[in-house]
């Protein structure tokens, strides 16, 4: 789950929020992110195929994968094309913050499917358990390089700007092949 959750490409996308916020700011709003994202997991872990997707939504997972790759391929598409300034989520109000980071994010149709497989295999409390060490290890990385972010900016601000430039573009083509794949795999499951 911490491979899909991927703390190092939030550490890019999220570059332009770290930016703006000081890191009491920002420990407060991704502490919000990683409740709601934390919140979403456990119910998908606990009733989400069965109860939530095909029974009150009736949609299928595969139907899931496809959106979130599109989602996912319009996130990669708008920092390829327009690299840093493009994330318009970060717009608005400190307190709308939270959930714009938990969704696309952190809460994702990949994230959500592994919060299924998670629940399907083991105990509810051992369920909670995964969901929260991988939150809280993802939780711990993003403030330790907001931390050192945030005092190396004030030193080297063009320089490291450029390189999380180049890496934020970089990682879109991986990202974006991530989309392509999940859109795939939705359609082969739906054929």
Known sequence: MLVILNPFSQVLYLFELMDQLNPKEFLKVHLKATLISFTIFILFALIGEKYILKQVFQVRLASLQIFGGLIILFIAFQYIIKGSGSNLLYRGDISELAPNIALPYMIGPGTIWVSILIGRN??????????????????????????????LNKRNETAMGKYIAIL????ALFIGAIGVEMLITGIEAML
């Open 122 to 151: 083991y105990a509810m409390h051992i369920t909670t358990g995964i969901i929260a060490m991988v939150l809280a290890a993802n939780f711990i990385f993003l403030i330790l390089y907001h931390q050192l972010h945030y005092r």
């Open 168 to 171: 934020m573009r970089v990682n």
